[in-house]
């Protein structure tokens, strides 16, 4: 049987070469969905709509039209993705500009999404204009006929992503289909036809998460006018070879055989013994296990308030492994017992060396209810992703970076606390470590609560603030704004760095800075808090937030959930003013809602269609805040035939391909066994 082929060109390109490098301590942050919008959210739509399809994705620069004339009639079709850019400028267009012009022998059914639309308008003599008001994660109604794309669809309320729009010409080649009515914009176009080529497109989103009635029944149309012009004009598709897999690559979704392990472990047994104490808290601890010495290294995860349910802490050593990396090496440092040494990464990429490492450490025998064993923890930066999408960095950012762009400690030995039910727990993954467990479940039983002196800093700390300077930071507002109203991005992230100096430090060897994160965990409990102290980087974090987790196999599942929507907790902020702050903001649910929708994107580029939304825009209680948050989750079809240790590099996979994240959100990382 021969499958339906759809071509799917996805137009990134614009995002690499208007990235912002850092300037002055101040970088804005083209977050990647901006150019990924949305190849593998469209490619699962087109597959659900066109049944038994094969989507094979190129970039828009990966051909000239001449190179790529003799594959098209092994298509059945041509779907032109959307991205950022304007349609008149070569690098963001790339080859999608000649295809509107093929000669008739080699015209094949396109149907184009957001910048395609736009293309092809541009194309046939439309106007391209500025919105007056951007339309980014906004829900519009969408006005239609009934007719061709819109035949036997109801009511369309469909997600845009867009500052552009065309304006066609009167009996031109392109006529209109559907239009949205704006308050600021008035009439906008929204889906157009050619005349006589069969050429459609739709300005908004129909990959959106929430797009309704706009989506899977426009794809099922588009295909059977493209099914209908091919019957007519006696169009064939050639039969699928294998030599064009060379040229093509895989059709999505694609899984690949996962990275040859490293040396292999003999399987690590996990030792637990539970402390009959419930009354620890989690800041007693870790202090007997270090937390006040300023020159070691010291890992904590801790679950400050509700929802968050365990605090763990790694009790490290000397001997506790540490993995450093830098953007732009080819090695990965190890250090252990004060001794460093290189490990060349050859071909492949760190993502790579770290999934094989703990590949090769798999371990057996833990307690099921708790989410850690043992493993690495530690931080990843935001330039490890952006490196994925090879932006250049300024040698001088580099230079004056002294923080590694992953820094790791693999922990061995760990306390982990259930705040839920008061327990505690001892682990180790070493073997024959019953004596060390033995003797720290015992200093545990027997520890008392602390009331030093050094629990807060002193009144007198003299801290000196430096703040970003006003009128480059205004200027850098003022460049985003271009960018969004430009059609380069649809949201951004600008940062600047504060400067903080502490005077009047207690004592030389009593660390400042978990000092400090005390003050932060009493005045602000969050139940994604951190601390870790990793030299030469210190990360103290209190979030409500967790970017990422994925179980353990088999059956891994792997979820985000992404908060973007705040409002401060007082006593006049009831659950129900604070939903009507929330989810009744156009602004709040649309920044939640481009979020929501790049995460399905990253997801379904790993795991393929499995992929759900299963809870959107809910508002969460928070210790400090009322919280908008949505939950997203995916899984690899076991039933795909994938390799038996598949589920094993998963949690790499979705963590690589999901950054740089399109939030701001704090780089931790822990990756159990």
């Not at 021969?2 to 208007?18: Q, V």
């Not at 929430?210 to 295909?223: A, D």
């Not at 047994?269 to 007693?284: F, W, Y």
């Not at 953007?327 to 252990?336: I, K, P, T």
Request: charged share 20%.
């Amino acid at each position: 049987m021969e499958y339906p082929k759809l071509l799917l060109i996805d137009s990134y390109d614009s995002f690499t070469h208007k990235y912002v490098a850092p300037f002055d301590r101040t970088r804005i942050h083209l977050s990647k969905f901006f150019f990924f919008l949305f190849p593998y959210s469209l490619a699962s739509l087109c597959q659900r709509a066109i049944p038994n399809s094969l989507v094979f994705i190129i970039k828009n620069d990966q051909f000239n039209l001449q190179n790529l004339l003799p594959y098209l009639p092994y298509f059945s079709a041509v779907i032109v993705g959307p991205g950022p850019g304007s349609p008149d400028v070569t690098e963001d267009i790339g080859l999608v500009k000649d295809l509107w012009k093929l000669r008739e022998h080699h015209i094949i059914p396109i149907f184009g999404v957001c910048l395609g639309l736009q293309s092809l308008a541009l194309e046939f003599g439309a106007l391209l204009k500025r919105l007056d008001a951007v339309k980014h994660g906004q829900i519009s109604h969408i006005y239609h006929q009934g007719i061709d794309l819109f035949d036997n669809v109801g009511t369309v309320r469909a997600v845009r992503y867009h500052s552009l729009h065309v304006v066609l010409l009167q009996d031109g080649d392109v006529e209109e289909l559907a239009w949205a009515d704006d308050l600021e914009n008035g009439k906008v176009t929204m889906a157009v036809r050619h005349k006589c080529r069969p050429f459609w497109a739709v300005q908004y989103h129909p990959e959106s998460i929430c797009t309704e009635g706009g989506g899977i029944q426009v794809i099922r149309n588009f295909w059977r006018l493209a099914q209908l012009w091919a019957k007519i004009t006696s169009r064939r598709t050639l039969p699928w070879n294998a030599n064009l897999g060379a040229v093509f690559g895989h059709h999505w979704p694609y899984f690949p055989a996962p990275s040859p392990p490293c040396s292999s472990d003999t399987s690590l047994t996990v030792i637990t013994s539970a402390v009959k104490r419930l009354d620890l808290s989690v800041t007693d601890v870790c202090e007997s296990m270090g937390a006040l010495e300023e020159s070691s290294s010291f890992v904590l995860l801790d679950s400050a308030s509700h929802p968050g349910r365990f605090s763990i802490i790694g009790c490290l050593s000397s001997s506790s492994l540490r993995i450093t990396y830098r953007v732009g090496d080819r090695f990965v440092s190890l250090a252990r017992d004060g001794k460093t040494v290189s490990d060349e990464l050859g071909t492949q990429d760190v993502w790579s060396w770290l999934a094989a490492l703990m590949h090769s450490k798999k371990a057996i025998g833990g307690n099921a209810g708790l989410p850690f064993w043992g493993g690495l923890v530690g931080y990843l930066s935001y330039e490890l992703g952006v490196s994925s999408l090879k932006v250049s960095r300024k040698n001088e950012c580099i230079a004056e970076n002294q923080h590694p762009d992953v820094n790791l400690v693999f922990v061995e030995r760990s306390v982990i606390l259930d705040t839920e039910t008061g327990q505690t727990f001892v682990q180790s993954i070493l073997p024959g470590d019953e004596d060390w467990l033995a003797k720290t479940a015992a200093k545990l039983e027997a520890l008392s609560p602390s009331f030093s002196a050094v629990d807060f800093l002193h009144s007198s700390t003299d801290t000196n603030i430096t703040l970003p300077d006003k009128a480059h930071y205004v200027s850098r507002i003022k460049e985003c704004q271009e960018h969004l109203f430009a059609g380069d991005s649809y949201e951004l992230c600008l940062t600047a760095q504060t400067r903080i100096s502490i005077s009047d430090v207690p004592s030389s060897a009593t660390s400042i800075s978990w000092l400090h994160y005390k003050r932060l965990r009493k005045s602000n409990p969050a139940p994604h808090s951190a601390y870790l102290r990793l030299h030469p980087s210190t990360l103290l974090s209190s979030s409500p937030e967790r970017f990422l987790s994925f179980s353990r196999p088999p059956g891994t599942v792997c979820q985000l959930r992404p908060i973007k929507g705040t409002v401060r907790k007082a006593p006049s902020i009831t659950r129900a003013i604070a939903e009507q702050s929330l989810v009744g903001s156009p602004k709040e649910v649309a920044e939640n809602l481009m979020i929501v929708d790049l995460i399905r994107h990253d997801l379904h580029g790993v795991v393929g269609d499995d992929v759900m939304v299963q809870q959107f825009c809910v508002v969460e209680e928070y210790e400090t805040v009322w919280q908008l948050v949505s939950v997203i989750e995916g899984k690899l079809n076991t039933n795909a035939g994938l390799p038996a240790d598949a589920e094993d590099q998963l949690g790499w996979q979705v963590l690589k391909q999901s950054l740089p994240p399109g939030e701001l959100t704090p780089s931790l990382v822990v990756v159990q066994l």
